[in-house]
């Protein structure tokens, strides 16, 4: 079946700009999460999102970043204001929100670049 | 000291080589372990997740956990150029933050043929 699915794959952006990113879960997973990742880095947690709970927000660096989950499918990151440090590869991840072991399915990821 | 660190490396071996990946990890109560590989331009896969200490084997992968020295390896065996790849040592989180993965940074892995 289709796995998860991100766009843009590739974003460049002016410092100041905000832009938003997409992430399509794998049909039927309740939980959703967004990571980043820094050149040179490891994944960074940002935020879960888990059926009607209340998303955990608690990597989200800083106020400029948001996100948002429609039901549970469609979920969008939003950058408000970028700034350089702010490029890297936002990577999606989706899984059945098991219980015990709980796989999460990552995307492809998008790459976006703030000059 | 963060909860898990990785040698970046980057490690090369020829074709047929066993390799060994490494982590450390700061906290002995961390207890779920994830092993993924990840390709150019491409998301992180599960390659393997092992609970606790003892070694768990599928194909040519071998995840073993060294709860005393904190450590956490993966073996190939037989490597082969489709290997090659960064691989990626994970914990889980604990309680009710389970859904919570801290990474390392990756080791970059070319397998020469």
């Known amino acids: 079946g289709a796995g998860v699915s991100q766009s843009p794959s590739n974003k460049v952006t002016e410092k100041g700009k905000d832009v938003e990113l997409r992430c399509d879960p794998i049909?039927?997973?309740?939980?959703l999460y967004w990571y980043r990742q820094r050149l040179g880095q490891g994944l960074e947690f940002l935020i879960y999102?888990?059926?009607?709970?209340?998303?955990?927000k608690s990597g989200l660096p800083s106020d400029r970043f948001s996100a948002e989950r429609t039901g549970e499918s469609v979920s969008t990151l939003t950058i408000q204001r970028t700034q350089q440090e702010d490029s890297a590869v936002y990577l999606c991840?989706?899984?059945?929100?098991?219980?015990?072991?709980?796989?999460?399915?990552f995307g492809p990821g998008t790459r976006l670049t703030v000059l | 000291q963060k909860e898990v660190e990785q040698d970046p490396g980057p490690l090369s071996v020829p074709e047929g080589a066993i390799v060994s990946l490494n982590c450390t990890y700061s906290?002995?109560?961390?207890?779920?372990f994830m092993w993924y590989r990840q390709y150019s331009r491409k998301g992180p896969e599960l390659l393997m997740y092992?609970?606790?200490?003892g070694n768990k084997e599928d194909g040519r992968f071998t995840a073993q956990v060294d709860k005393s020295s904190k450590y956490i390896s993966l073996f190939i065996r037989d490597s082969q150029p489709s290997d090659s790849a960064t691989y990626l040592c994970?914990?889980?989180?604990?309680?009710?933050?389970?859904?919570?993965?801290?990474f390392g940074k990756g080791t970059l892995l070319t397998v020469n043929p």
């Open positions: 049909s039927g997973h309740t939980a």
């Open positions: 092992t609970y606790s200490s």
């Open positions: 994970a914990k889980r989180g604990s309680g009710g933050s389970n859904y919570k993965l801290t």
């Open positions: 999102f888990q059926g009607n709970s209340a998303p955990d």
């Open positions: 906290n002995s109560a961390f207890q779920y």
């Open positions: 991840a989706s899984s059945r929100g098991l219980a015990g072991v709980d796989t999460q399915y």
